[in-house]
């Protein structure tokens, strides 16, 4: 394989902009930190010179991109059971069970989605680096559901600029910590990391980024209700950080509140239900249920959607009171 050459003029609008944020907005199908990793090793240059990251764009520039062909990954394939719900010749998509991380990074390096994928096939797109080959968006390692991920770079590129156009649809369902305060609404609240807490997302007036999230009450229990949710942004921990910020965190989510806090707010009938229903359900109860975009290939729309993961389900039926409905 070719070094990949792409080359992208600046305009006067773009003034003022850091390097590698100007090229991250210009939705070239690379990611910011893969962007960074890029400059650090002179295969960014602007105007034919090296810089830095954080070199500010005068304008009518040229940026030369030079996106050297993927080295053998150190992440070793492994025979991981995969639950596919469509593949074709350009991307797959993947029902991803809770429990898995969806790619390597420090303390995973196997195990992963990313391990499992690399079994399955070994043409997945590079563009994102050795570590997260053919992964356009990633899952919590609690949280279940659909991923697509690219298998050529053509398709990678088409996908993610559809998630930064916010074209890329993506729904949940997720069952809360009490009820929602109306029956459908949306969430309009940044959210950035937590000073106190790098491991978690809050909402926070300074360095936080736009978020946007709709949701519907299709059910509602004394104690929880049960919500579809459609992601209009994509932050790290978006749907758990928006209701635990509202009050009402994703049951069984003890990073955000969900489970030991949640229960000690209640009154001891309602304690005695939610220790059944956090007892089948040992992560958060939140599940990426449908995905749609446009096929690179085809220019059509295109829609895959799973089945609730047998834990939520469970849950649910203990809340409608259907308690016979399984036994264990």
């Keep these: 394989m070719e070094t990949k050459t792409l080359h992208v003029r600046s305009a006067s609008q773009d003034k003022g902009k850091r390097l590698d ?10 990611s910011r930190s893969r962007i960074q990793n890029l400059i650090s090793q002179h295969e960014i240059l602007v105007d034919s010179k090296v810089t830095k990251s954080h070199y500010k764009i005068r304008g009518n520039e040229v940026v030369s ?16 059971p995969l639950h596919i719900l469509y593949e074709d010749q350009d991307l797959l998509v993947v029902n991803k069970p809770a429990g898995m991380v969806t790619h390597p990074a420090a303390g995973n390096f196997s195990g992963t989605l990313v391990n499992a994928l690399l079994f399955h096939c070994r043409d997945l797109s590079g563009i994102n680096g050795v570590l997260r080959p053919g992964i356009v968006h990633r899952l919590d390692k609690g949280t279940s559901g659909l991923l697509v991920v690219a298998k050529n770079d053509l398709t990678h590129r088409s996908l993610a600029l559809q998630l930064k156009a916010r074209t890329l649809s993506r729904e949940y369902r997720a069952l809360t910590c009490g009820n929602m305060p109306s029956s459908e609404g949306r969430i309009e609240v940044p959210i950035g990391r937590s000073a106190k807490d790098r491991k978690k997302m809050v909402a926070s007036p300074s360095k936080s980024k736009e978020s946007v ?80 975009f446009v096929h690179p290939r085809t220019n059509k729309y295109f829609e895959v959607e799973s089945d609730l993961p047998e834990d939520i389900s469970k849950a649910l039926k203990l809340l409608r009171g259907e308690k016979n409905a399984f036994s264990h």
């Design 213 to 292: 999230t709709l949701f519907w009450v299709s059910e509602s229990f004394d104690i929880s209700d049960f919500l579809s949710l459609k992601l209009l942004t994509g932050r790290t921990h978006q749907i758990r950080a928006h209701l635990s910020y509202l009050g009402k965190p994703v049951l069984g989510d003890e990073q955000y509140g969900g489970r030991k806090k949640w229960i000690n707010h209640l009154n001891l009938l309602q304690r005695s239900l939610a220790y059944e229903v956090l007892r089948v359900l040992p992560r958060q109860a939140l599940h990426a249920k449908k995905i749609g």
């Design 65 to 80: 991109v030079f996106i050297p062909p993927p080295t053998q990954s150190e992440i070793k394939p492994e025979n991981i």
């Design 21 to 30: 944020i100007f090229l991250t907005e210009k939705g070239i199908g690379l």
